[in-house]
């Protein structure tokens, strides 16, 4: 008889660092042996050792708080955060928290009295050495700052002067509050839910120490933070252990995780008395383990002020004052490079360049603080915004009216539908079925606004049903949106990519697709005239007439092509400057004093223009006139404006980017202060 064997079993090796950890590991490998699960269980003595058995693929996984976390990440170990622990605040589950700086009411401390001397005796109380809130994020933060100086982690100076020989006992975070409590120290480095936990009705007796000097309420963390703080998580290599990991893991705690009836407890039981069974391979606290989007590493997970508090703690890490005058730009590819460098040259070195791939990958550069600005088509913007990114400078294309006012409106094209005026029948209410004509899949007026108008409506992903057949430059190559293109005519034919080799890419190739095969073009307002009454040489445009098109406009009616205001999809921001929070001003002030110099009215722009490109639209759009200065403090979703948004985040429910997933992660729509991503691929032009 064949034999047939069974498939191999997954396996998954834990590490612990512990016996009683170990114990605990072994019983639930006993039980989940029925499942088809193989667990094996591999001791060391420190977390270290366990990081160094994941990367030498000795063991797979274990879960570290974000200061190891941070370790982890590091050459030569690169391991990355794949699942973290989901902790319940007040009702609302969350991955992470915020680490406050507590002191009592009615002292004269402030963050200026945070000198090194302070933190050597007595009067800070932390919650144990290494630990995020109560070491890591006030010691780097006041490092980081240049409010301290101290010699890096090696010395000695306020290690041993802070916690003497506490940190063999591991103080815990709320040992740091009872040190305030009992008047033995002036702050308290804790979690923002320490008080509620531990002197709720005493709440009132303290404030929140901000990092601006100012104190708050204690209510008022979100607001008044050292920084967000992400919780546990479990770590392993990035290779394809990780889909193993996760199927053992979400399958532990469907069998013995918070509220299931078994005796065996995956996490907790919380408020344990002996120490050493306390948080053994995850925090009593947690209630749940979250997958962790891909694209996620250890300091994306982090996020930015954690990650620069923990990195100024290292002893061998740059001098925290090296770019504080320089803006470092993000450049997409070698010919943005290349314009890039020559405005550093022609700045003395204010700009620097930094390149990637990808607007994506420059997004992330610049939440890490590897880049700090960038200028970025809406649908781009969304996602930065998502990722905590925030708009600085509009670009403006109108006439120079815009560019003297002090605070300008974000000026903006309308994206609008186009189709021939001998096509009687066609409305925006009966486009299903119809031939569609886009300038590329994930831009603005081409595809986000009226793909993101028809889910609205439909709810239905699958756009490539909704019209009979189209061109949508980047769509998949067998897909019905890709039947329409033209593709470049030569060899190979480069059908439907998303680059001017496809004859149909772009506002003009949508024009184009229009008048050669299709019903309705999605572009901007301005490409009919810019393409008709012979203001367009090439055969396929010569001889067209303006009059022969008319708009759609979203309430069934059709419009003349001139009436763009009042009959449009929806008015779209123009491309905007973004930038990390805290580097706003820096990046405003940069780009208001460059533009004296090499702007339209430079009075150096024959040494370089900022606005005028060798090939197309290089780090700005060649037809900006001028940047404005938007309103201080404006959101993303206010600079996007409401249609606009609704537009792109009805579409983003669909096939969300990888970056977009990590940031709506980090969002974390619990208790959350910060940010989120979105998609997209890379374009020179908005629509």
Not at 10 to 15: E, G, H, I, L, Q
Not at 55 to 72: H, K, P, R, T, Y
Not at 214 to 225: E, I, L
Request: aromatic content about 8%; hydrophobic content about 35%; proline content about 4%.
């Amino acid at each position: 008889a064949l034999c047939f064997a069974a498939p191999p079993k997954a396996s998954v090796r834990w590490c612990t660092i512990s016996i009683a950890e170990e114990n605990k590991c072994n019983s639930l490998r006993d039980l989940m042996q029925q499942d088809g699960v193989a667990l094996t269980c591999l001791q060391k003595s420190t977390y270290l050792d366990c990081i160094k058995a994941i990367s030498n693929n000795e063991a797979d996984a274990i879960s570290l708080d974000g200061g190891q976390v941070f370790e982890a990440g590091l050459a030569p170990y690169k391991l990355k955060p794949i699942a973290a622990e989901v902790h319940d605040q007040n009702g609302v589950s969350t991955t992470r928290y915020y680490a406050v700086a507590v002191v009592k009411k009615g002292t004269g401390f402030t963050i200026n009295n945070l000198q090194i001397n302070n933190l050597q005796g007595k009067p800070s109380c932390h919650t144990g050495l290494g630990r995020s809130a109560g070491w890591n994020i006030p010691v780097g933060t006041l490092l980081n700052r240049g409010d301290i100086k101290w010699d890096g982690k090696d010395s000695a100076s306020i290690e041993q002067g802070e916690v003497g020989n506490s940190e063999i006992n591991g103080l815990t975070l709320s040992q740091g509050w009872c040190c305030l409590k009992d008047g033995k120290g002036d702050v308290a480095f804790v979690k923002h839910t320490t008080v509620q936990e531990n002197a709720p009705e005493e709440k009132d007796q303290y404030e929140l120490l901000c990092l601006d000097g100012s104190r708050q309420p204690v209510d008022n963390y979100k607001a008044c933070h050292w920084a967000r703080v992400p919780a546990h998580a479990v770590v392993a290599r990035d290779d394809s252990k990780v889909d193993d990991i996760w199927n053992f893991l979400s399958k532990a705690q469907e069998k013995y995780g918070v509220g299931t009836t078994s005796t065996f407890q995956l996490f907790g039981p919380p408020g344990k008395k002996d120490p050493g069974l306390k948080d053994l391979l995850f925090k009593d606290s947690a209630v749940q383990l979250k997958r962790i989007p891909p694209l996620m590493d250890s300091q994306l997970y982090l996020g930015f002020e954690y990650y620069s508090a923990i990195q100024s703690l290292q002893k061998d890490q740059l001098n925290p004052n090296r770019r504080e005058n320089k803006t470092r730009w993000c450049a997409v590819g070698k010919n943005e490079k290349s314009k890039c460098d020559l405005w550093s040259v022609v700045s003395n070195g204010e700009v620097e360049c930094t390149v990637a791939d990808n607007t994506n990958d420059c997004i992330i550069k610049i939440m890490k603080g590897e880049a700090d600005a960038i200028s970025l088509d809406g649908g781009f913007v969304y996602t930065a915004g998502v990722c905590g990114l925030v708009p600085v400078m509009g670009e403006s294309y109108e006439d120079d009216s815009q560019c003297s006012k002090a605070e300008g409106e974000p000026a903006s094209y309308f994206a609008v539908a186009v189709v021939k005026k001998s096509n009687r029948d066609i409305t925006w209410n009966n486009l299903q079925g119809k031939k569609s004509c886009h300038t590329a899949v994930g831009r603005t007026a081409g595809w986000n606004i009226p793909m993101g108008l028809i889910h609205n409506r439909t709810g239905n992903c699958n756009f490539d049903e909704y019209f009979s057949e189209g061109c949508a430059p980047g769509s998949p190559p067998n897909s019905r949106l890709c039947r329409l293109c033209k593709g470049s005519g030569g060899v190979p034919p480069e059908k439907c990519v998303a680059s001017s080799h496809e004859k149909y890419y772009g506002y003009t190739g949508a024009f184009r697709c229009l008048v050669e095969r299709g019903d309705v073009a999605f572009i901007k307002h301005s490409i009919v005239e810019e393409n008709t009454e012979g203001k367009n040489k090439e055969d396929w445009a010569k001889s067209l007439k303006m009059d022969e098109f008319e708009l759609l406009c979203t309430d069934g009616q059709r419009a003349n092509v001139m009436a763009y205001r009042d009959c449009h999809l929806a008015k779209v921001p123009t491309h905007a400057v973004i930038t990390r929070p805290e580097k706003a001003k820096k990046v405003r002030e940069l780009l208001e004093r460059q533009e004296k110099l090499f702007g339209t009215k430079g009075i150096e722009k024959d040494r370089f223009k900022m606005f005028e490109s060798q090939t197309k639209d290089l780090l700005f759009k060649d037809l900006t006139k001028c940047l404005v200065k938007l309103r201080d403090g404006i959101t993303y979703k206010e600079f996007l404006g409401d249609q606009y948004y609704a537009s792109v985040a009805s579409l983003n429910t669909c096939n969300p980017s990888d970056l977009l997933q990590v940031c709506t992660f980090l969002e974390d729509k619990g208790p959350s202060a910060f940010a989120a991503f979105s998609p997209l691929p890379h374009h020179s032009e908005s629509g």
